[in-house]
């Protein structure tokens, strides 16, 4: 299995900070990663595919890079409402993984 | 609207059976892959299952593989998960979730709200 691994696994910014989140597949996934929000209580939700793709009606503030092993997720401007943990997803082989979350909280 | 929705979740004792149900609404069901993914309490999520459009190829996690079973009714718009044998380790909540594509695995575009499954005694 491909294993997903993200950093940090918890991270306090305050409102206006840009905030980076890490996610290093254990194998080349060229750019099969997508990237989830789930806020407490909730289904996650589709941020970025394919690395990079903003899906349809996400605020621009979001953006997704990387390719081969090594992925990145911004938040450019942290708002009150990004509160949530984040998850990184590969599907290049199945079974499909998804890296341990992090949790990302207002300082 | 667009949704899916999940149901039949509940407490089951150990090695019994139970079968979850996923109603998708305001989109063209038939068209679509689909999958389940649960969530451990507290924990991360894992993919459970996959099963293409016309319910043709599926594919299992290991932890389940053998006792889950994933199918659809195209004309009822419905996913199924039949779990047989179940244990303490398959607690969680159990979401659908639709994949943009309808004959391989890319990504979770639509989420159902999820059904909780405890295994207990």
């Known amino acids: 299995d491909i294993q997903m691994t993200q950093s940090p696994s918890s991270l306090s910014a305050s409102v206006g900070d840009r905030v980076t989140i890490t996610c290093q597949a254990s194998?080349?996934?060229?750019?099969?990663l997508n990237w989830y929000q789930q806020k407490p209580g909730k289904a996650p939700k589709l941020l970025i595919y394919?690395?990079?793709n903003l899906e349809a009606g996400v605020p621009s503030r979001f953006s997704g890079g990387g390719s081969g092993t090594d992925f990145t997720f911004t938040i450019s401007s942290l708002q009150p409402e990004d509160i949530a943990t984040y998850y990184c997803?590969?599907?290049?082989?199945?079974?499909?993984?998804f890296g341990q979350g992090t949790r990302l909280d207002i300082k | 609207q667009v949704q899916l929705v999940e149901s039949g979740g509940g407490v089951v004792q150990p090695g019994r059976s139970l079968r979850l149900s996923c109603a998708a609404s305001?989109?063209?069901?038939?068209?679509?892959?689909m999958h389940w993914v649960r969530q451990a309490p507290g924990k991360g999520l894992d993919w459970v299952a996959f099963?293409?459009?016309?319910?043709?190829?599926?594919y299992y996690a290991d932890s389940v593989k053998g006792r889950f079973t994933v199918s659809r009714d195209n004309s009822k718009k419905t996913l199924y998960l039949q779990m047989n044998s179940l244990g303490a380790e398959d607690t969680a909540v159990y979401y659908c979730?639709?994949?943009?594509?309808?004959?391989?695995?890319?990504?979770?575009?639509?989420w159902g709200q999820g059904t909780l499954v405890t295994v207990s005694s």
């Open positions: 979730a639709r994949d943009p594509h309808s004959n391989s695995w890319y990504w979770f575009d639509l």
């Open positions: 305001g989109f063209s069901f038939s068209r679509h892959a």
């Open positions: 099963i293409s459009y016309d319910g043709s190829n599926n």
């Open positions: 194998q080349d996934i060229n750019n099969y």
């Open positions: 394919d690395a990079s």
């Open positions: 997803q590969q599907y290049h082989i199945l079974p499909i993984t």
